[in-house]
């Protein structure tokens, strides 16, 4: 059994596809055929899958060998959508502003990041984490302003990162990436400007957030 009416299914690759789904699939299978990915027959063959499928677990592996094409699919996220106690998954929350003022502000896990996001910083701290965010756009432009202050932005290794902007008596530049960079052709672009007033402004990119787990014999949760 997949799911129960009271819980909703146990996991959100379960739920039942919509007609625009099957759609939107198929519209990547059409691009990926004139690109000359897919012959006729394929097309055909997965065509026919795709409107067939009833769950969206159905649906990935008749995508799984392609690129992503930008804007074919946008009610997709990039990263499973987060679940509360019920197990109902909850749509991406959009934020178009970071602000921190004498305090933090922090944006992680699957969040909707628009095609512009403005942080800003006053002696205090943003922290902006898009390894799980869903982009609805190939380049994101992010506007930071960082006084007394610091804005931490984290990406993961297939995100492509340009820098520019400026820093007076502080800093404004990528850090040591942790894990090696993955880019291709499909790579979401993060273009970072403003400027930092003895303050910093970093974007390091870093593996997959860790989930959280408890100590042993119980207790709080811990981030390791």
Request: aromatic share 4%; with cysteine.
């Amino acid at each position: 059994m997949e799911s129960s009416p009271e819980h909703g299914p146990a996991d959100p690759s379960l739920l039942r596809v919509s007609d625009a789904d099957r759609h939107r699939t198929a519209e990547v299978l059409r691009e990926a055929a004139a690109e000359g990915r897919l012959d006729l027959d394929e097309l055909d063959e997965r065509l026919e899958a795709t409107y067939a499928a009833k769950v969206y677990r159905d649906l990935v592996p008749i995508v799984s060998d392609l690129p992503a094409v930008p804007g074919a699919a946008p009610g997709w996220p990039t990263a499973p959508a987060p679940r509360p106690a019920g197990g109902i998954p909850q749509v991406a929350t959009r934020h178009d502003l970071s602000v921190a003022i004498l305090g933090g502000c922090d944006r992680k896990g699957a969040w909707e990041v628009g095609p512009t996001h403005q942080a800003y910083a006053l002696m205090g701290g943003v922290q902006i984490d898009l390894r799980e965010a869903v982009f609805t756009s190939r380049e994101t432009v992010i506007t930071c302003g960082a006084f007394w202050a610091g804005i931490d932005i984290v990406v993961n290794e297939r995100t492509q990162v340009v820098m520019e902007g400026i820093g007076i008596m502080g800093a404004f530049e990528q850090g040591r990436d942790k894990v090696e960079a993955r880019l291709d052709a499909d790579s979401p672009i993060v273009r970072v400007k403003g400027i930092a007033v003895m303050a910093g402004v970093t974007v390091v990119r870093k593996g997959p957030p860790k989930a959280r787990r408890k100590l042993r014999g119980g207790g709080r949760p811990e981030l390791p």
